[in-house]
């Protein structure tokens, strides 16, 4: 089996170290900047890269050493012959890594998104055209761990491991290049987690935790800020209140109503995967919550998210500040938000709650989206949103024509 993954971070670390040690899987790396392959290499000359985990709560953390894998910039290299093609990468990256493996892309090539992010899909069909019938593609809902404290190209750590895994595929499954291809995926990740594929794509850019938590915890702790650094940097998601868990629930619930508006026009359409916040997080860390009363203790007692703290900039008399330049409004608004909100435009649905955050995190990228309640802002082509494709109506962002 030849595997591709692509990216460079902590995700990328780890399905590239677990990938490895597998029988009759070949594994390689592509990242498109010759300085951190030259990097990963040399350390790979002489030493294997280190993937230290723990497969259930409270057991003893264990290590594993990869087996030798090929990491390159040459698109040709990497693409020549891959069976599956994991993007493990932020989202506005996928659009340009297509782009440059799409010549050496064959027919009956996996493409998977771990996390593909919302609007995964629609970076997929305008890159592959002509190539997309012959191709598979399948986007998840995170990546299969929490993972990072990554020494490049060394080692990562895997903390926690989720209980399941949802994604969602298109394409015509006989004709990839691997029979029962979800069943070898589930081999290479292990007992855990649970793979589960289930309804339409758009279910999965609808179900994005990241889109609708990170934001709005970033609006619940910083919107009364008062612009003074602080001395300690603040917990992320054990440090939300009961206002910010509320607006959680809020948007969730904003978001089941496109589901449902969609589900109504078109009741072939499975988007069941789209479930209310509190549910995502019992499916997936049930055995890390200490209290599951609701959103706001769930949040707070949930050990999987031990020390996790919000993204702050170090000043030079140990100060903090927010960092509102972090991935979590970077990516999680324009390829993530408002990704939702142009779908909710498309259905009909009105959304003050995502308008809210939306509004108020734009600022702090000094992008502009959202202006009043229309999403027609000047920055809108920077975005995966599906109005920046030309996609208008439910039909074209259903795919039904594909």
């Known amino acids: 089996m030849q595997i591709l993954i692509c990216g460079a971070g902590s995700g990328a670390h780890a399905l590239a170290g677990i990938f490895s040690q597998k029988s009759n899987v070949n594994v390689r790396v592509f990242i498109n900047d010759s300085n951190k392959v030259q990097r990963w290499n040399e350390h790979l000359n002489n030493h294997s890269l280190t993937v230290t985990f723990r497969e259930e709560k409270n057991k003893d953390w264990s290590k594993l050493q990869s087996q030798p894998f ?7 290299q990497a693409a020549c012959n891959s ?11 996928h659009l340009k890594y297509l782009k440059l493996l799409f010549p050496y892309i064959e027919e009956g090539c996996i493409l998977i998104g771990m ?10 069909r305008y890159a592959l055209r002509r190539k997309l019938n012959s191709c598979i593609v399948i986007n998840f809902e995170s990546l299969p761990w929490v993972c990072g404290n990554r020494e490049f190209g060394k080692s990562v750590e895997i903390m926690s491991i989720k209980t399941q895994l949802l994604g969602a595929l298109q394409g015509n499954p006989s004709n990839a290049r691997i029979p029962k291809f979800i069943v070898e995926l589930q081999k290479l990740l292990g007992n855990l987690p649970k793979l589960i594929i289930s309804g339409h794509l758009l279910g999965m850019t609808l179900v994005s ?15 009364n800020w008062d612009g003074q650094p602080l001395d300690y940097k603040p917990l992320f998601y054990h440090g939300i209140d009961e206002y910010t868990a509320e607006l959680l629930g809020k948007l969730s619930e904003e978001i089941l109503t496109i589901s449902r508006q969609i589900g109504q026009e078109y009741p072939q359409i499975d988007l069941s995967e789209v479930i209310f916040v509190y549910d995502w997080d019992m499916n997936h860390y049930s055995e890390y919550i200490a209290d599951k009363t609701n959103i706001h203790t769930v949040f707070l007692t949930n050990g999987a998210y031990n020390g996790i703290v919000h ?11 927010p960092n509102f330049n972090h991935r979590y409004l970077t990516e999680d608004i324009p390829f993530g938000l408002v990704v939702i909100r142009g779908i ?5 649905v009105k959304t003050p709650y995502i308008d809210l955050v939306l ?7 000094r992008k502009e989206y959202l202006i009043g309640s229309e999403l027609i802002g000047k920055d809108i082509g920077e975005t995966r949103c599906p109005q920046r494709y030309g996609l208008t109506t439910l039909p074209e962002i259903l795919g039904l024509d594909w």
Not at 70 to 76: G, H, I, S, Y
Not at 311 to 321: A, E, H, I, K
Not at 344 to 348: D, H
Request: glycine share 8%; aromatic share 14%.
């Open 70 to 76: 090929l990491v390159t910039d040459d698109p040709a």
């Open 83 to 93: 069976d599956i093609i994991i993007f493990v990468l932020p989202a506005f990256l």
């Open 115 to 124: 996390p593909g992010q919302n609007g995964f899909e629609f970076d997929v």
């Open 209 to 223: 935790p990241n889109a609708y938590s990170h934001p709005p915890i970033i609006y619940g702790r910083w919107k």
């Open 311 to 321: 993204p702050m900039l170090q000043m030079p008399n140990g100060t903090y500040l």
């Open 344 to 348: 909710a435009a498309i259905a009909g």
């Open 359 to 365: 509004s108020w995190c734009q600022n702090k990228l």
